[in-house]
């Protein structure tokens, strides 16, 4: 196993769209293994491999108190959608110590595939909910800062980038210690 790097906002790579998995191979099962031991390190309840640079149909998730209960998302699609909407305060790990409210839908039925391409069909709610419907947006090139105001979202980008900055100037002197 392996951890993975995270792609930060505002990598352009995050706004590529994921094609759907093709192959239930031992590639498959590595990168999955490895997404899963990159969330958990994180830590995170959940990752999209958009944001490890991959553009597959791929999702881990843990939502569990005990991190114990991971779900494995292959191709997913939402078959259904309640029109009753909340507003939950979201983060992401491509976009590091910032979180802010976004309006979803409350409940969603999920259609995916597991590792081994058999399909698997739920229904989500709560916390649940919003996890499918942010990791979903990841495939599709979505973060979830595009949800905010222009206002908010450039502000996160220019500090985003400063941080980026910083962390550069930072690592040749690292080195050289
Ligand atoms: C997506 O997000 C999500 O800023 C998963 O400094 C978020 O795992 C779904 C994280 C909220 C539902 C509700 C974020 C870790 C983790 C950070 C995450 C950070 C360290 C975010
Ligand atoms: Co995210």
């Given amino acids: ?21 093709t192959a239930f191979d031992e590639r498959l099962k590595k990168l999955v293994a490895d997404m899963a031991e990159t969330m ?3 830590p995170g309840i959940g990752l999209a491999a958009t944001q490890v640079d991959v553009h597959e ?3 881990v998730i843990d939502v569990s108190e005990a991190r114990d209960q991971l779900q494995v998302l292959i191709n997913p ?10 507003v939950y305060e979201e983060g992401c790990l491509s976009v ?8 979803r839908p409350s409940r969603v039925r999920v259609r995916s595939l597991d590792v081994e391409g ?4 739920f229904d989500a709610d709560g916390l649940l909910a919003v996890c499918v419907q942010h990791e979903m947006d990841h495939l599709k090139g979505k973060v979830f800062v ?20 910083e962390l550069k100037r930072d690592k040749p002197a690292m080195a050289a210690r």
């Fill in 57 to 59: 149909q791929v999702i």
């Fill in 77 to 86: 699609e939402i078959i259904w959608s309640s029109d009753d909407r909340q």
């Fill in 96 to 103: 590091p110590g910032i979180y802010d409210g976004v309006e």
């Fill in 40 to 42: 958990y390190d994180a």
């Fill in 146 to 165: 595009e949800y905010l105001s222009l206002l908010k979202r450039n502000r996160i980008k220019t500090k985003l980038q400063k941080e980026e900055r």
């Fill in 118 to 121: 058999y399909p698997r069909e």
């Fill in 1 to 21: 196993m392996a951890l993975l790097s995270i792609l930060r906002y505002p990598d352009p790579r995050l706004h590529n769209i994921a094609s759907p998995v």
